[in-house]
């Protein structure tokens, strides 16, 4: 069994802190939920499959985190994770995606996450394996006596960097894909699947053709074709099952999409659809086994988290049976001016730091004292009052807006400091601010 990392919620919660402000409650439940997937596999066996994952339901307006939360949740667990809308699916006998197929999403993640892994532990032997081939393709058989020699000095000069304008032909496997498309639906969306990989796997299916590139392409090309002989495809897929099944994460965003106000009573129109989308997502979260190309998929222990902003609908508005199955709800508060002000400046990716960065590669220094941070953060939260409250994605729009000129003439301002204070926020924003109409559109 794939075991989960040993993180005990306090560190969890600490890591996450370093990237969402806030939410402490959200934080506190994840962890939990985390924490409890490390208990469960130091439970009697007998125990242990009964213990099923504490599924939950994040309440919150949009931009408040929810996403970011179950994203960073899922890197902490190096667990398998994938995000759906639920509006985006429908009920088996309408057009459109069936819910079993994030399932087959997950194990592809879940494969990709693997495989991603083990060409990491590989690197360092595919690395001299792709060199012994550049050696090849850059010295031709030949009857020279000192053969040796010059590969060896072919080997320091590649090393060097002394070849790297040297261009050369590598073998490279494309697919054939061809025009042909294999439509499927619900059912036999899965045959679709395994249909086209069966396709390809065919002789014809597969080509190798040269390609001429620099010995920098080349090396990359041919690491990757050696890591791939190396990694063990069964050995990927036999991982991924087990962490899929014991570790993957699958986050439902806009859950409340599918809920119906009232309940659902309705008997007509999208009502229909929507109970119908929750009646497919109960065995889902329950519990049932899933066929993908890989295998069958068993969902008892995959953790789902719902998130939504519930305006409408609200969570009692969901079938009682799927209610059931998110023991854990909390709500996320609204985002305050202080929380952006913060957000502009503590996660460890914090957009004045992105900004910063990404100026710098044209040589200009951007600065944020804390004045300009304060002007920022009052900006965003006063169109969010004014207009619709999208949280902390207004603070994108705002220094979008803000930094427009300065993006755009970076390369003639090299060498300068550019420093965002509130007398630059105010004088670049406040005429914008001042045309409600104009604002609504802009910011």
């Known amino acids: ?138 010295l031709p058989s030949s009857g020279s006596t000192d053969r040796a020699a010059t590969r060896e000095k072919l080997r320091g000069m590649l090393r060097a960097g002394g070849l790297e304008e040297r261009s050369i032909e590598v073998d490279v496997q494309e697919r054939a894909t061809g025009n042909m498309q294999i439509f499927s639906n619900q059912g036999l969306e899965e045959m679709g699947i395994n249909l086209q990989e069966m396709l390809g796997n065919l002789p014809f299916g597969k080509r190798t053709k040269k390609r001429r590139m620099k010995v920098p392409e080349a090396r990359r090309v041919l690491e990757q074709q050696e890591a791939d002989k190396l990694v063990d495809d069964e050995t990927v897929i036999r991982t991924a099952l087990e962490r899929v099944q014991s570790n993957g994460i699958v986050f439902i965003d806009e859950i409340d999409k599918v809920a119906s106000a009232g309940g659902g009573t309705g008997t007509h129109g999208p009502d229909v659809s929507r109970g119908g989308v929750q009646r497919d997502l109960l ?47 909390v709500e996320l508060e609204p985002l305050t001016q202080a929380d952006l002000s913060r957000i502009l400046t503590q996660p460890k990716n914090a957009l004045t730091r992105q900004y910063a960065a990404l100026l710098a590669t044209e040589g200009v220094e951007l600065v944020f004292d804390e004045s300009g941070i304060a002007e920022l953060a009052r900006v965003a939260a006063h169109m969010n009052e004014r207009t619709q409250n999208i949280g902390a994605r207004r603070l994108h729009t705002v220094l979008e807006k803000l930094l427009d000129e300065v993006s755009f003439a970076a390369d003639s301002l090299k060498e300068k400091v550019v420093r965002v204070d509130a007398g630059y926020v105010k004088s670049r924003l406040d005429p914008i601010l001042q045309d409600e109409d104009l604002s609504r559109y802009i910011l």
């Not at 960073?72 to 994938?82: D, H, I, V, W, Y």
């Not at 995959?302 to 023991?327: M, N, T, W, Y």
């Open 1 to 138: 069994m794939a075991e989960p990392r040993d993180l005990t919620p306090s560190e969890i919660v600490s890591e996450l802190d370093r990237y969402i402000v806030g939410q402490a409650a959200a934080k506190r439940a994840v962890a939990i939920a985390l924490r409890n997937r490390w208990r469960r596999f130091r439970v009697a066996p007998e125990l242990r499959d009964e213990v099923m994952p504490k599924n939950i339901i994040l309440v919150g307006p949009t931009g408040v985190g929810k996403t970011e939360i179950a994203r960073r949740l899922a890197k902490l667990a190096s667990a398998p994770f994938l995000k759906v809308e639920a509006s985006k699916f429908t009920e088996v006998g309408y057009v459109g995606r069936d819910v079993d197929s994030m399932i087959r999403d997950l194990m592809e993640q879940g494969v990709q996450l693997v495989r991603e892994e083990q060409h990491k532990a590989v690197a360092e032997r595919a690395g001299e394996m792709a060199e012994e081939r550049l050696l090849d393709l850059l």
């Open 283 to 329: 065995p889902l979260v329950e519990g049932t086994t899933i066929n993908t190309k890989h295998g069958p998929v068993k969902t008892d222990h995959i953790l789902f988290i719902a998130a939504g902003a519930f305006h409408v609908a609200k969570v009692s508005d969901l079938l009682p049976e799927l209610q059931g199955r998110f023991p854990i709800r």
